[in-house]
């Protein structure tokens, strides 16, 4: 048995610059498993650089100097910011505070039409098993009051984060930014000399992941300002706040948008009940995420490499397990980078087996 791992080895390994990748990529997730979570501001600066890049490369190739678009580029960033930290999120949190004022009405009416489903299908359902799903909604919505008030037990900690996250990640970002030459220089010069395997790997990945992140940029503001015009002609109430998770459900294709489909009817049913009016929202919904699908992700994410929808289902759910939030948004990334892992991989064999030949 270890004679044929052996023999397996030296057969698909006996490319040393197979073997410096595969080294790049154990050590790289065993970083981000183990510290995680102390980096997550680097991460999430990281991922703000990529999404800065592209107008710092668009103002460079006009033959701005990069520290003049770098400049500019942070400095639009940071109003943009402040325009979401002092406008945008006080609407939001005001929509959300309206919500748990009119939650407990909203329950007490789920369960009066709860208890009307015996009367409407006594063959399929009874009342006692109605009774039974309240009990068991209202345990869940007891954990969940327990949940809330533990996480605001640990306000204190989560106000020194966000101080932190506000602070600290302005100048990671505007340093990633500045010196993006020099910090990729300083890396590469812990690698081997003899490296155009991971060279050739990382200018596809780097590629991609940029191209990814401006894109799902984009998509969350233009499917967040499309729900919410939709939602605010349509009268449906919390159409901020609606719309605002509806934008954030693009950054899980396919999932996020099925989950999102039970809040928006629920909210709409609440608000009209069975009528035309909660045809209308949820119609809308399916048409936007429609639209989204075959027409907004084709357009953004042109020069992404494709992937089939079984490819990125099973990359959420790994990455997803794997690293939480950062997986889930890096899920179609990563997919591209086992992508070309393997082709490099096949590509380094089949060179060896034309030589051997």
């Known amino acids: 048995m270890m004679e044929f791992i052996g023999n397996w ?3 698909h390994f006996s490319d040393p610059q197979l073997v410096i990748l595969a080294l790049l990529l154990i050590i790289g997730s065993v970083l981000i498993i183990i510290l995680g979570e102390m980096l997550a501001p680097v991460l999430a600066s990281v991922v703000l650089a990529y999404l800065l890049e592209g107008l710092v490369g668009f103002l460079e190739r006009r033959r701005i100097p990069r520290l003049v678009a770098v400049l500019s ?33 909203m329950i007490s009416w789920s369960q009066r039409e709860l208890m009307r489903l015996p009367e409407r299908y006594p063959d399929f359902i ?13 345990s869940e919505l007891g954990s ?80 967040w300002t ?45 608000q009209w009940g069975l009528c035309s009016h909660f045809v209308y929202v949820v119609a809308a919904y399916v048409v936007i995420q429609i639209l ?16 089939h929808p079984i490819a990125i289902i099973v990359a959420v759910l790994v990455f997803g397990g794997i690293w939480g939030f950062w997986g889930v948004f890096f899920a179609i990334p990563l997919a591209t980078l086992v992508q070309a892992v393997l082709k490099a991989w096949s590509q380094s064999r089949r060179l060896e087996t034309d030589d051997e030949m």
């Not at 639009?76 to 002092?86: D, G, K, S, Y």
């Not at 075959?294 to 490499?305: A, C, G, Q, R, Y």
């Open 9 to 11: 080895f030296r057969r």
């Open 73 to 105: 580029v942070f400095f639009t960033f940071m109003i943009f910011l402040l325009f979401l930290l002092l406008g945008l999120f006080p609407l939001l949190w005001q929509q959300v505070v309206q919500l748990f004022q009119q939650l407990p009405s």
């Open 126 to 138: 009874s009342a006692q098993q109605v009774i039974d799903l309240i009990n068991v909604l209202r």
């Open 144 to 223: 969940l009051g327990q949940r809330i008030l533990s996480l605001s037990v640990a306000s204190v900690r989560g106000l020194i984060s966000i101080l932190v996250y506000i602070f600290l990640m302005p100048l990671l970002i505007f340093f990633f930014l500045k010196d993006k030459y020099r910090l990729v220089q300083w890396f590469t010069g812990f690698l081997p000399d003899n490296r155009s395997l991971v060279t050739e790997v990382w200018r596809e990945v780097d590629q991609q992941i940029g191209n990814y992140i401006r894109g799902k940029f984009w998509e969350i503001l233009i499917v």
């Open 226 to 270: 499309a729900s919410y015009l939709t939602f605010a002609i349509l009268g449906l109430q919390f159409a901020i706040l609606i719309s605002f998770f509806v934008g954030l459900s693009v950054l899980i294709p396919y999932i996020g948008a099925i989950v999102m489909v039970l809040p928006v009817a629920s909210i709409s049913y609440f």
């Open 292 to 307: 989204d699908g075959n027409v907004l992700v084709t357009l953004l994410f042109s020069e992404v490499v494709n992937l």
